[in-house]
């Protein structure tokens, strides 16, 4: 009876091939290695403080964003503040913040795509 359900590969022999079977011992001992490794994984993971390292290099990660993400605000900033310096002092109302906003908005790109390494920084030398 054993042999009649056994036979899930429609090949019609009952039992296994020496083959076989070492390949299912194979694979059953793969999967337990598996399921260990899984869990040892996990439980790693659920513990607080234990990636030491993970964290610092998401530390480290998100204070470069914050770097290059102040750098491009502080571009747009300036050229805004300057633009609407120059509309008060000349009277041409909205050129004056519009043009410095927009070189501001790339001066920040600039200093953002230096900062983050992507562009050589060409200061002269």
């Known amino acids: 009876m054993a042999e009649g359900t056994d036979d899930s590969s429609g090949h019609g022999s009952g039992d296994k091939s020496p ?10 001992s793969l999967d337990q290695r598996l399921s260990e490794l899984r869990d040892s994984r996990a439980t790693r993971t659920d513990q607080p403080g234990a990636g030491g390292g993970d964290s610092a290099a998401r530390a480290s990660a998100m204070a470069r964003g914050l770097r290059l993400s102040s750098e491009l605000i502080a571009g747009v900033l300036v050229g805004a503040v300057l633009g609407w310096g120059f509309d008060r002092l000349l009277s041409t109302s909205p050129f004056g913040f519009i043009v410095f906003f927009l070189l501001g908005f790339a001066a920040g790109v600039l200093n953002v795509v230096r900062s983050a390494g992507v562009a050589p920084d060409r200061t002269g030398r």
């Open 19 to 28: 083959d076989e079977a070492a390949l299912s011992a194979r694979l059953g």
